[in-house]
């Protein structure tokens, strides 16, 4: 009986020394994976100008080409409705 009580007892700390444990050995593995200093390490880009991104645009989807190309269409088809409309109002 004295020696359940005892480990009653010590069921906290034994808690708290595990989870201790735990913590080291996850942030010793995250420190060997990830290096100590990670997430200070990280630059921040939001506030630089990169001048070689800026110069070369990324090049359009498929989706974004047919868009554009029908959007080229409409407005040939409208300039020749247009065209045709003040050929039509002229007097010959």
Known sequence: MEDLQRQI??????????LKRQHTEIMRRHEQTRGSDFF???????YQYNSSMAATPRGRRKGEKRAAQYQFIALMVLLLIAIFFVLK???W
């Open 89 to 91: 109002m002229l007097p």
């Open 40 to 46: 200070s390490s990280i630059p921040d880009k939001r």
């Open 9 to 18: 007892a010590e069921a906290p700390a034994r808690k708290q020394e595990q």
